[in-house]
């Protein structure tokens, strides 16, 4: 069983700073894929970034604000997100899979966290 936990979420001005973390306990799976993915009210959960061995690979809309980091002997994940706007307000998820590449679509993950909400001020 692998558990994710979420945090660092919060009420950020636009512009602001947020770093999201992902706490990862139980199995780990250093050698899999993680990422990052949203939902905002009404809207399907959607990319965000996600990084394997080789590769990360961001979405369109936050690439250059956002960065994803992993810090394996800590089994922790990261999401530091700059130059928030309004539009990137949503739950933000965790997510995990035992696979090496690297996947945007959801249900190619095995594992989520809860969410951790980010809401962002005009």
């Known amino acids: 069983q692998v558990l994710l936990v979420e945090s660092g979420g919060g009420l950020v001005q636009a512009g602001g700073s947020l770093r999201l973390s992902c706490a990862a306990s139980?199995?780990?799976?250093?050698?899999?894929?993680m990422a990052w993915f949203r939902q905002a009210p009404g809207k399907e959960r959607e990319f965000v970034a996600a990084?394997?061995?080789?590769?990360?690979y961001y979405a369109d809309s936050v690439k250059g604000r956002f960065t994803i980091s992993r810090d394996n002997a800590k089994n922790m994940l990261y999401l530091q997100m700059i130059s928030l706007k309004f539009e990137d307000t949503a739950v933000y998820y965790c997510?995990?899979?035992?696979?090496?590449?690297?996947?945007?679509?959801?249900?190619?993950?095995?594992?989520w966290g809860q969410g951790t909400q980010v809401t962002v001020s005009s």
């Open positions: 990084l394997s061995l080789t590769s990360i």
């Open positions: 139980g199995r780990t799976f250093s050698n899999g894929a």
């Open positions: 997510a995990g899979r035992s696979i090496v590449g690297i996947t945007r679509d959801p249900r190619g993950y095995d594992y």
